[in-house]
């Protein structure tokens, strides 16, 4: 058997139906159903924050599968706690692995598979066809934009601004300090503005990675 991560191979409803703890206690016992479970219930969210991150479908594919892989592989090694910041700071360094691996930065998102529930979004239903290529190109602008964050900012920023997450959750996602969590924001928030205002002088290529390496 191998891991859910579609639709395909869906957990029993009576494990839907666990808490995160539960199901990592079974999926620790030896209960692959338990751990596709986790997998249904989380894969979304780590999707979301790797197509943002690295802007192809076809990678955050790759970096959600080995995600969950890496996930079942190191499952005695979770410490307990929230299963889903312990599964999205994989997600994150595998991200960023992906990025650094070929050199490259988050390239377009016009090919979505579905749309991420996310304030930066390109479809909506009825929409005026003019009004949605506002948007398409209001999208592509801010994709732009991000793409020239250092990786630990673009981050930042995508866990808040666009994933909804709080800054204690980001900082037990990103494994560093809640002031650093609001330092880099800040950071990232005002080099967005000057970029968005054609003011940005910074020389910084797409394939800046980051600022400093997320921690394993």
């Keep these: 058997m191998t891991l859910a991560i579609s639709s395909d191979l869906a957990a029993p409803d009576r494990l839907l139906q666990l808490d995160d703890a539960t199901l990592v ?3 620790r016992g030896g209960s692959l159903p338990a751990f596709n479970a986790l997998v249904q219930r989380h894969e979304r969210a780590v999707y979301n924050v790797a ?11 790759e970096v959600a599968q080995d995600t969950f892989l890496r996930a079942y592989g190191a499952l005695e090694r979770f410490r307990g706690g929230d299963f ?3 599964v999205l700071r994989i997600a994150t360094n595998r991200a960023y692995d992906e990025l650094r691996r070929h050199k490259r930065s988050p390239e377009s998102f016009d090919e979505l598979e579905y749309e991420p529930r996310v304030a930066w979004t390109t479809l909506a ?9 506002e948007r398409i190109e209001l999208a592509e602008t801010l994709t732009a934009a991000l793409a020239r964050l250092p990786f630990d ?3 930042a920023v995508v866990l808040s601004d666009v994933q909804g997450y709080a800054y204690d959750e980001i900082a037990e996602i990103t494994g ?3 002031g650093t969590v609001k330092s ?6 005002a080099r967005l503005r000057d970029i968005l205002r054609g003011r940005d002088d910074d020389p910084t290529t797409p394939d800046h990675l980051s600022e400093e390496a997320l921690a394993s």
């Design 153 to 155: 900012q673009r981050l």
């Design 184 to 189: 880099r924001l800040s950071r990232a928030r």
């Design 25 to 27: 206690a079974e999926a």
């Design 176 to 178: 560093v300090p809640y």
């Design 125 to 133: 239903r009825h929409e005026d066809p003019n009004v949605r290529a």
């Design 84 to 86: 889903r910041p312990w």
């Design 51 to 61: 197509l943002r991150l690295v802007g192809r479908t076809g990678a955050a594919d």
